[in-house]
């Protein structure tokens, strides 16, 4: 690492502190960018990497509202916009207890680069709070929904800032959220994504994140004359990017045999069919169950609870050759590299935001193997958002065929300049240095041009 590098991250976990996500997040591309710095001084001179870990503007806010029993509530509501140098701040709301200032940034930090890998014009930020929706009821989610929008409505706009949905955040909230802006402004916009289909969402939204991902890796196989068909992969999450991860792997002849949720996880030897797939999607989307119940029902399948504060998680430690981490941050620790590697994994697709440690992440690029991080791997959830607007500014609806031929050739080609930009900077093969140095140049490029703002 170089001089330069060390002193900023000490300056910024100083200037940052107890923001450890935020400080990782910036570490491991400041990791890659330091091929780029040393060619490009003018990046330096203009002091865009202290501009770029810089958000923009960050707005927290009381979000008072009452449960059923008629008592007060409050949590914390955030919405971090980062960098609007390419395109109107774009990222998701994540609702979970875990969400805090430090979480959000990091979020918000990688998706400037993913949304700038994706060739779509969108910048980057992210939003959410640390309420957590399971356990309430319908109305408790409508009431806290409404309360968060009644302050977030003043700051986003279609043309400023359009969230989307992450973590505890789906369908039902999007719409409830999506309601109280009308109401509050009076016009109906393309203000949020991941929208019913009905009131101007976009057909392969839901699908996106986790089509994509198994789209990437199929990209990376590709270049060594190999496809999922036959496969044997680990999928770790049961919600949203899981559920659509396994879709597309049995559609591409691939056998999951692994899913989970906070509690623990399940390993089906025999496979996760279509009609077990179905099990899950209704157990998670409709009933809002827990994965535990999916081996009460299919009794070929194994339950393990999973204890976060073991070195490693036994969900990685199974015969493989895929993994596609699909449920939060930091679930691949440094010895859980190692268990998949010494399984015989050889292709990592994340489809969660930055699952892998620093850790890990040296396991997987000193094993060499296919890793294609979270920034680049689950970029189409929001190229298809970023489709989304455009469908909603034109007034009119793509055919699901249309929308997913754009979301292959989107990931194609985040494929492809991941690929080209490691080779250029003489690390053919490392996705990670590929994804960071495409995805910061187009930013770097567009703040220089804007001046000094
Ligand atoms: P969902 O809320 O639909 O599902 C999240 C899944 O991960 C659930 O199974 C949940 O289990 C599990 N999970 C959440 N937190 C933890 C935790 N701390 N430890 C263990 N398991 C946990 O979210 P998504 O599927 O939308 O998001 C999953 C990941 O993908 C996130 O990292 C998100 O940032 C990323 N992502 C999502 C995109 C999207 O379009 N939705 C786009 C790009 C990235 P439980 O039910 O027990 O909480």
Request: aromatic share 8%; charged share 25%; hydrophobic share 35%.
């Amino acid at each position: 690492m170089s001089e330069y590098i060390k002193t900023f991250m000490a300056d910024l976990k100083a200037k940052n502190p107890a923001e450890p996500e935020f400080h990782q997040a910036v570490q491991e591309v400041l990791d890659s960018l330091e091929l780029v710095l040393e060619k490009h001084p003018e990046y330096r001179s203009a002091k865009i990497i202290e501009r770029i870990v810089e958000p923009e503007r960050v707005i927290m806010f009381r979000v008072p509202w009452l449960d059923d029993e008629g008592d007060v509530r409050v949590n914390r509501g955030f919405r971090i916009e980062m960098n609007s140098a390419i395109g109107p701040y774009k990222g998701g709301l994540r609702f979970h207890p875990s969400v805090n200032l430090g979480i959000l940034k990091f979020l918000a930090f990688e998706q400037v680069f993913k949304n700038s890998l994706t060739t779509l014009p969108m910048g980057g930020g992210k939003g959410g709070s640390d309420f957590d929706p399971k356990g309430k009821t319908d109305n408790e989610v409508m009431r806290f929904c409404q309360s968060f929008m009644t302050e977030l409505a003043r700051h986003i706009g279609p043309n400023t800032d359009v969230p989307a949905g992450d973590i505890g955040v789906g369908g039902r909230e999007i719409g409830y959220m999506f309601g109280q802006y009308k109401r509050l402004k009076n016009e109906f916009t393309g203000v949020l994504t991941g929208k019913s289909l009905n009131w101007g969402g976009s057909l392969i939204r839901p699908e996106a994140t986790g089509y994509g991902c198994v789209y990437f890796a199929s990209e990376m196989l590709s270049t060594k004359n190999q496809s999922l068909e036959g496969k044997i992969c680990l999928v770790s999450g049961s919600g949203n990017v899981a559920q659509f991860t396994v879709e597309k792997i049995l559609d591409l002849g691939g056998k999951v045999v692994t899913l989970s949720d906070s509690n623990g996880y399940i390993y089906d030897e025999k496979g996760i069919d279509r009609e077990k797939l179905k099990f899950v999607m209704h157990l998670k989307n409709v009933k809002r169950g827990r994965i535990s119940e999916y081996a009460e029902k299919y009794k070929e399948a194994v339950y393990s609870n999973i204890d976060s504060s073991l070195p490693a998680n036994p969900l990685w430690n199974h015969k493989a050759d895929c993994a596609f981490p699909s449920a939060t941050q930091n679930e691949i620790s440094g010895a859980d590299a190692q268990n998949l590697i010494k399984n015989g994994v050889y292709v990592v697709a994340e489809g969660a935001n930055m699952p892998t440690t620093l850790e890990g992440v040296e396991v997987f690029l000193d094993a060499k193997i296919l890793y294609g991080p979270g920034k680049a791997a689950n970029a189409g959830g929001v190229a298809v958002s970023g489709l989304e607007m455009t469908q909603n500014s034109m007034r009119l609806n793509w055919t699901r065929d249309e929308v997913d031929n754009r979301l292959r050739m989107i990931m194609h080609s985040i494929h492809k300049s991941c690929v080209s930009a490691a080779d250029r900077f003489g690390t053919p093969g490392n996705y990670v240095n590929g994804a960071n140095i495409a995805g910061f140049l187009k930013v770097a490029d567009a703040m220089i041009d804007q001046g000094v703002v």
